[in-house]
């Protein structure tokens, strides 16, 4: 039966275009599904129904995405709403966000109805969505394994019908690995295609806001929707095509020369079997349909000082928000205030120099230049996005140094945040035991368009959106 529960974000704004239901009825189905479903999975850390609400009776039918809920991450200001970046210290002090972000804006005015907002590790620095103030968030195909992060509790969201679209933000794989592991589509868009606003272009490093979905044709559309400049904001890459990405799903992008990196360096968690036959299945498939396909990879990639490099530059960003905070709020944070992985992150990034974050930022500019020149013989990279299947919640509290591992676990998607071009997670497999498997579509920088087209392909020879995990949400509403 197809309820929207079941929809994507484009057949939920059909029914409010053809008169079938109201943004009322879609927020009122919303609200009920996560009332049914979150106690399940822990995904929703705040509730905004009755602004939902009446902002449902204010939406102009002729909004693209009018009356579709939608949920924003803990990390992404939203007006009126808390702004604690998943930290008890800073809830403490009952901050709220004083002003939209620029996604968050643009996804409001492109008809898209905020119920809440959804959970990530504290100041999104593990790549699981675990924190003292939000508790786990547990994946809805297996509640035993984690939905990644930072973005974990959007695509655990997702996954389970709360809603067909959520906010995230991308630092260091925070959009792809949370939709590999939840069965979704997330596409990390080329650093600038959508402004994170005056000020902010490089808060996390390299850190970038997103959305995840079911479908590549909602991923495009939304991306259509929020991308662009902000007045005071820094520059971005190529306008996209005429007519938006959008238009482009369906159509053939001509054979394209794709390499395939199925493997991980010594220095970083290895590859296990099902992720491996996962990533060649679909070389495969897009030999199949026509690519040139081949065993290749631009080498920096993975060379163990990219993951250093972006280790150190973050860190130095952790402790820097930390400091404005403090000063902000007018109290830094206690003894117990911080989670480990923020006490981690925070210490490293106050113990390196000047000269040593120089070093980081001078060798990150040669592996941007060393990466593009890979791109100018290939069109696309095809690799994993997680070296295994999702792991069990709270495994780097369990494991020695697993503060550290949460680090070199971004093999594969660590370095597109460096070097700022675009990349797609798709699903690609189920295990034995139900847990999502995906893969990573990486194109040169500005070539979003490549990544539409292509993984347009790939969910047209599996139509993974049809498939449900046990924790699914229901409503008794349309």
């Known amino acids: 039966m197809t309820t929207p529960a079941t929809m994507d974000a484009h057949d939920q704004a059909d029914l409010v275009r053809r008169g079938e239901t109201s943004p009322r009825e879609l927020v009122e189905a919303a609200i009920e599904r996560i009332e049914a479903t979150d106690q399940q999975i822990n995904a929703i850390t705040h509730r905004r129904y009755e602004r939902a609400l009446a902002e449902a009776d204010r939406m102009p039918r002729d909004a693209p995405f009018a009356g579709v809920p939608t949920l924003t991450k803990a990390l992404s200001d939203s007006e009126g709403d808390p702004a604690t970046f998943g930290c008890a210290w800073v809830a403490r002090h009952g901050r709220v966000a004083r002003e939209d972000s620029v996604i968050n804006r643009r996804l409001k005015e492109a008809g898209f109805i905020v119920v809440g907002q959804t959970s990530a590790p504290e100041f999104g620095l593990l790549s699981v969505s675990e924190s003292r103030l939000h508790g786990v968030t547990r994946n809805p195909w297996r509640t035993d394994v984690t939905p990644g992060g930072s973005s974990g509790g959007a695509s655990a969201s997702v996954a389970a019908g709360m809603v067909p679209v959520a906010q995230g933000g991308d630092g260091g794989g925070s959009i792809r690995m949370p939709a590999a592991f ?27 806001p997103a959305v995840v979905t079911r479908t590549v044709r909602d991923t495009a559309a939304v991306l259509d929707a929020v991308s662009g400049g902000a007045p005071g904001g820094r520059g971005g890459p190529p306008p996209l095509p005429p007519g938006g990405l959008a238009a482009l799903v369906g159509r053939e992008p001509g054979r394209l020369r794709v390499g395939v990196l199925a493997h991980a360096p010594d220095h970083a968690p290895q590859v296990v079997d099902a992720v491996r036959d996962a990533v060649l299945d679909t070389a495969r498939i897009l030999e199949r349909l026509g690519h040139r396909v081949e065993e290749a990879h631009p080498a920096p990639m993975l060379d163990p000082r990219c993951l250093t490099a972006f280790f150190d530059a973050l860190s130095v960003t952790a402790a820097q928000s930390v400091e404005a905070l403090t000063r902000e709020l007018g109290e830094g944070p206690g003894p117990g205030d911080l989670d480990p992985v923020t006490r981690f992150w925070v210490r490293r990034g106050r ?41 069990p919640v ?10 550290r591992k949460s680090v070199d676990v971004l093999t594969f998607t660590a370095p597109f945040n460096t070097t700022g071009q675009p990349a797609i997670a798709v699903p690609a497999a189920l295990t034995e035991s139900g847990t999502p498997i995906g893969i990573q579509l990486a194109a040169a920088y500005g070539r979003e368009d490549l990544l539409v087209r292509v993984a347009a392909q790939l969910e047209a020879e599996r139509p993974w959106a049809s498939h449900r995990p046990p924790v699914f949400a229901t409503a008794s509403r349309p």
């Open 351 to 391: 113990e390196i120099t000047g000269l040593e974050l120089a070093d980081a930022l001078a060798w990150q500019n040669g592996l941007r230049a060393g990466m593009a020149r890979w791109w100018q013989e290939f069109d696309l990279l095809l690799s994993p996005v997680f070296a295994t299947p999702p792991l």
């Open 394 to 403: 709270g495994w780097p509290w369990r494991e020695q140094d697993g503060l």
């Open 182 to 208: 939840c069965h979704l589509v997330g596409l990390k868009p080329s650093a600038g295609r959508i402004s994170a606003g005056p000020g902010r272009a490089d808060r996390w490093g390299h850190s970038v």
